[in-house]
Each structure stands twice: as structure tokens, then as C-alpha cells.
């Protein structure tokens, strides 16, 4: 298969932002995005503002100029991802939910499939490090990174990512990297939650990063 692309991996993930610590029993209710791309949120969760959407954007621009990763700068040859959802619960530290897509020329669903959990480790090996490459350049850091892992128990193969990463105040956050593959496309759920309370939130996080629905093409 085809060594996958990094670049979605970064919108979300790179920014602390200041958000409701949602309890995880919360209600989840049907997102539906560009696509009929289809997936579920907590209720009580509310997109991003326009102003903090604008500002993330701004700082991760900067940070995908100046990395000098070259799986990263590889990727963006293709553009730069897109968001599609970014969603908070006002209030304190986390936790949040990022979607977003980037071009993948040459992907399909078909291949992820046909790939064994190992070959799909393998093909993610280099995200750690383009994920700590772009933390440093934001004035974060990534504590730990684990390997891929694939979960297939949604009926179709999506790669899982787990990091620790230092938080915007105190504290760290753990952040699960969902990715999806489809037609020359790949799409990546970011959720992230304080690492003091992630066994509170790994449970609901699996659910909603299984209740994701790509139409097939």
C-alpha cells in the first residue's frame, strides 16, 4: 500500500484550545458534514468560533511554512488539509473534536482493507515524528506517541493513533488521531482530552470515531 500522507493529522491537534471537560455520558447526537459524511458528537458541543477558527489557521500555516519535515512538506505538495468540523463545549481545558480531509492521490479504501494491521503501522511509522516536528514549532511538546493500531470492528479499517502531548496551561492532553481512507482522499477525526481523566473519555471517543459514515464512491 501506499505510504500514507501526514498532513491531516495537524489542525486540531497543534492548538490548546480552552474547552468544556464534557461528561462522558453526555447525549451524542448526528453531525452531518460536506459529503453526507456522517458522524456523533456530544449534544452539548458548539463549533468553533469564526475568530478562533481564523487563528488556528494563521499559527498552522506558519508552522506547515517553516517545518522542514520532508514526509510533511511531501504531503502538503497536494494542499493543505481542510476542516470540516471543529467542535468544543465552552469552558475549560478539553476536550474537543476536529475533522478534516487532505488529498491523497492514489488512496483507496479498497487498499487499506487489503492491508494487514503491520503494513498499516508500517505506512504510519513517520507520524510521530511529523506530529513532535510541528508541536515544537507551535511551543508544545509530544510526550509519547504510540504506534498505529487498526480497528476494523465498524466494518471498515481505520488507523488509530494515541499521543500524549503537553497541554495549553497544565498538564498534559492525550490525543486519539482517527484516520479514514477513501478515494484519493484521507480523512482524519481528531479527538483530544485531558490524560487525567482519558479513561474517562477513551470509551466514548472509540464510539465516535466508530459512528463515522463515508459514503462510497
Not at 140 to 156: F, H, L, M, N, S
Amino acid at each position: 500500500m501506499r505510504t500514507l500522507h501526514v498532513s491531516i493529522a495537524f489542525l486540531a491537534t497543534c492548538l490548546g484550545a480552552r474547552v468544556h471537560a464534557q461528561a462522558p455520558s453526555d447525549v451524542l447526537t448526528v453531525r452531518r458534514l460536506p459529503g453526507n459524511i456522517t458522524l456523533l458528537l456530544p449534544s452539548s458541543w458548539v463549533p468553533v468560533s469564526d475568530t478562533a477558527r481564523a487563528r488556528i489557521r494563521r499559527v498552522t500555516d506558519t508552522a506547515f511554512e517553516h517545518s522542514h519535515d520532508t514526509l510533511l512538506q511531501a504531503s502538503l505538495q497536494h494542499g493543505t488539509p481542510m476542516v470540516l468540523l471543529h467542535e468544543t463545549a465552552p469552558g475549560q481545558p478539553d476536550p474537543s473534536a476536529s475533522f478534516n480531509a487532505a488529498a491523497s492521490p492514489g488512496t483507496t479504501r479498497g487498499a487499506w482493507d487489503a492491508a494487514t494491521p503491520e503494513q498499516i503501522t508500517a505506512a504510519l511509522a513517520s507520524l510521530c515524528g511529523s506530529v513532535a516536528d510541528m508541536m515544537g514549532r507551535l511551543g508544545a511538546r509530544v510526550i509519547t506517541c504510540d504506534p498505529a493500531r487498526v480497528d476494523r470492528e465498524a466494518g471498515g479499517t481505520i488507523a488509530i493513533t494515541r499521543l500524549v502531548r503537553s497541554g495549553p496551561t497544565k498538564g498534559f492532553v492525550t490525543v486519539w488521531l482517527a484516520q479514514f481512507p477513501a478515494n484519493d482522499v484521507i480523512y482524519t477525526l481528531t479527538l483530544s482530552a485531558p490524560q487525567a481523566q482519558e479513561e474517562h473519555y477513551q470509551r466514548l471517543f472509540q464510539a465516535i470515531w466508530r459512528s463515522v459514515n463515508i459514503p462510497k464512491t
